[in-house]
């Protein structure tokens, strides 16, 4: 049994489908961090901030812990979390027919063992259908996805080639965590 350190739908539904038990404690992390910072680090930095964070407010309430983070990359700029409909639109705008990254770091913590991890996949796009969007950027499924991105949804059709595994566009590189518990 694992925590899962993170209120992702998505991060649960993979732990769900590779059998992984797992509970979920869900709570607000800052995740401010400079988009400055190559892609990489970012990624890292805001996971180990979770993990602080996590830990300052829960002390060694919770062992075997996962945090895990994914910053969208298009076009060398780091895309967070869309606040409106308008920040949404700018940042599918720039994946469309463009080459899109998806860096995602995990980071797990138990007594035994501290495990950091970095998987990235990348996503070459075509352009997507206007209409398309606009109704993808209606239905609000965009919201709380790393650059409104959706690989299993909105952006599957588009996928011209990929290099990476879907989990990790996910938000959780499963293949990679599996094989430390």
């Known amino acids: 049994m694992i925590v899962l350190a993170s209120s992702s739908a998505s991060r649960a539904l993979i732990l769900k489908e590779h059998g992984v038990e797992f509970i979920q404690v869900c709570m607000e992390y800052d995740e401010s961090l400079d988009i400055n910072l190559p892609p990489a680090k970012y990624a890292t930095s805001i996971t180990n ?5 996590f830990f300052d407010k829960f002390k060694n ?5 996962l945090f895990a983070d994914s910053s969208v990359v298009s076009q060398g700029v780091i895309l967070g979390k869309a606040k409106d409909e308008m920040e949404a639109r700018y940042m599918l705008n720039l994946q469309s027919d463009n080459l899109t990254s998806v860096y995602t770091a995990m980071k797990f913590i138990s007594q035994k063992i501290s495990i950091d991890m970095l998987s990235v996949a990348s996503y ?10 606009e109704r993808y950027i209606a239905s609000n499924l965009w919201r709380d996805k790393a650059g ?7 952006n599957k059709k588009y996928i011209k080639y990929q290099k990476g595994n ?11 965590l599996k094989a430390f518990l």
């Open 124 to 133: 070459k796009f075509a352009k997507f259908d206007e209409d398309d969007l």
């Open 166 to 176: 879907k989990p990790t566009a996910m938000g959780l590189d499963i293949i990679n």
């Open 49 to 53: 901030n979770k993990a602080k964070q």
């Open 61 to 65: 309430r919770y062992d075997r812990v």
């Open 148 to 154: 409104a991105m959706m690989i299993e949804g909105f």
